[in-house]
């Protein structure tokens, strides 16, 4: 089975350009999660899609972020604009259990705004 | 707020030497999740933990959970050189939130 797969790997953008990033789930599974790790930090929660509606969006650091799921299937993650703060990795994550496997992780995408 | 302490952070030992990660955290829960993390790859799963008392094993690692306690342990036995990674433990924020709350991770160093 694919795993959870995140686009780009890498992206390095100036300061006040709009990055979007792209997650998708492991086929099948209803639940969709981003995360972030800033450099230093720990890795947190942004928001979590049940199919394509927001279940919890409390995570999100402010209104230059804005993500979807249109159709329930993919998800996208957009930056606009950027700010240096942005800088980090962002992890995507999906379920179909939570409670007994947990999730399931993308090798995230490592964003550098410069 | 639920808050989730790791230590070490960055943890070098020698090949065979056994050693324990410790997970504190401050808020009651009772499900605990271990996950491994190679460079520039994506967080493993480890270890689903989901009661107190809980303990489970795979290979040279070992997981355990006390509530009482709010502390989960991942021990490691005989190191070998693969086990050099990243660790992390997650919380979940409050029963059925679906939200985790991660250690800042536990960088192991292996060293033959």
């Known amino acids: 089975e694919a795993g959870v797969t995140q686009f780009p790997s890498h992206s390095v953008i100036e300061k006040g350009q709009t990055v979007t990033l792209r997650c998708d789930p492991i086929?099948?599974?209803?639940?969709l999660y981003w995360y972030r790790r800033v450099m230093g930090k720990e890795i947190k929660f942004l928001l979590h899609f049940v199919k394509e509606s927001k279940q919890d969006e409390s995570g999100m650091p402010n209104n230059r972020f804005l993500a979807e799921r249109t159709g329930g299937t993919y998800s996208t993650l957009k930056v606009q604009p950027a700010e240096l703060e942005d800088s980090g990795v962002y992890f995507c994550?999906?379920?179909?259990?939570?409670?007994?496997?947990?999730?399931?992780f993308g090798s995230g995408t490592r964003l550098t705004v410069v | 707020e639920l808050k989730v302490e790791q230590n070490p952070l960055f943890l070098s030992m020698q090949e065979g030497k056994n050693y324990t990660i410790y997970c504190n955290y401050s808020t009651t829960s009772d499900r605990l999740y271990w996950y491994r993390q190679d460079p520039g790859k994506s967080l493993e799963s480890l270890f689903v933990?989901?009661?107190?008392?809980a303990v489970k094993q795979e290979g040279r690692l070992m997981a355990s959970l006390d509530t009482k306690a709010r502390l989960s342990t991942l021990h490691i036995t005989a190191a070998v050189h693969d086990l050099s990674a990243t660790y992390f433990c997650a919380v979940e924020a409050q029963g059925g939130s679906e939200k985790l709350v991660f250690g800042k991770g536990t960088k192991l160093t292996v060293n033959p």
């Open positions: 086929s099948g599974h209803d639940n």
């Open positions: 994550a999906s379920s179909q259990d939570f409670e007994i496997y947990g999730y399931t």
């Open positions: 933990l989901l009661s107190n008392g």
